[in-house]
């Protein structure tokens, strides 16, 4: 087989998400790292793979591919292993709905506005802005609440008793989610979501896949 070639760098939310679909499929690959934010930008020729400079990239046999979402899709049809979405109609949707949820809304309050501003601005040595985190948390409680709703009753996993892409696209963001302390108050009030992330926590493809920010 061979192995496929993803471009970004391990702490990256979106790049984590396509190397556990690899990982939970049981695909060998190698990960060449990218820093978009260097100085100067991406290394030279990386916007031929990915023309608006961001991460990840993936090439397959030739055949490049940029965005997550596309990403972890190829990888779910094109390789064997465990499948990564539900047979069930109705449940694929649910998958679907729940990782543009993730992209078009809790990607930014739970990175964006939360963590960049509780944790990552401390590292830096800057001071929290904390008029920006209190402007963020409505959004953020929206985004556990709708993520709840959402969630199989039963689970354990986000759309049933098996992982699938959902899973794998959430859990890279709540990472740095549960790294604010708000979270230590407002992930216990979403009892599926707190079950969720207990379970989803533990599986090994996520300490292969570890972020060196965690």
Known sequence: MVEPILFGAAYSVYVRAARLALVEKGVPYRLVEIDIFAEGGPPQGYLER?????????EHAGFR?????AITRYVEEAF???PLMPADVRARARVNQIISLLDNY?????????YTERVSAPREGKAADEAK????????ETCLGALEALADADGPWLAGPAVSLADLHAAPMFVYFIMAPEAEALLPRQPRLDRWWRAMRERPSMAATRSPLE
Do not use: C, M, Q, S
């Open 50 to 58: 990915h023309p608006f400079g961001k991460i990840p990239a993936f």
């Open 65 to 69: 591919l940029y965005e997550t979402g």
């Open 80 to 82: 064997e292993g465990p």
């Open 106 to 114: 809790a990607y930014r309050a739970f990175i964006w506005e939360l």
């Open 133 to 140: 985190i209190a402007a963020a948390l409505p959004r953020v």
